[in-house]
């Protein structure tokens, strides 16, 4: 019904730039809180930042400053931009969106995810 396909990661030297994006697809009423979540080897899977359908935002105390999360609500799509990027920040990156596809209520739907690497 909802698919979430995500691009934009890659190897990138520490101190680089990427910019993630993901777009929902199929059959969308609406998207409430759209968020990016990454899982290191031997991790758990973490938040990285959400936001809201009004465009409120939160970040884990890792990124602040260095991750920007926005959203195209004309495009379903979400993304994103991370600067001074860190060794610790490789990882599986995943696109997360709370859907729905009747107006009544909402269900969490993942992208696949895009791995990212930065090299010291």
């Known amino acids: 019904q909802v698919q979430l396909a995500e691009s934009g990661g890659g190897l990138v030297q520490a101190g680089g730039s990427l910019r993630l994006s993901c777009a929902a697809s199929?059959?969308?009423?609406?998207?409430?809180?759209m968020a990016w979540y990454r899982q290191a080897p031997g991790k758990q899977r973490e938040l990285v930042a959400t936001i809201g359908s009004g465009g409120s935002t939160n970040y884990a105390d890792s990124v602040k400053g260095r991750f920007t999360i926005s959203r195209d609500n004309a495009k379903n799509s979400v993304y994103l931009q991370m600067s001074s990027l860190k060794p610790e920040d490789t990882a599986v990156y995943y696109c997360n969106a709370f859907v729905s596809v009747t107006g009544r209520s909402f269900e969490a739907y993942w992208g696949q995810g895009t791995q990212v690497t930065v090299s010291s």
């Open positions: 199929g059959s969308i009423f609406s998207i409430n809180v």
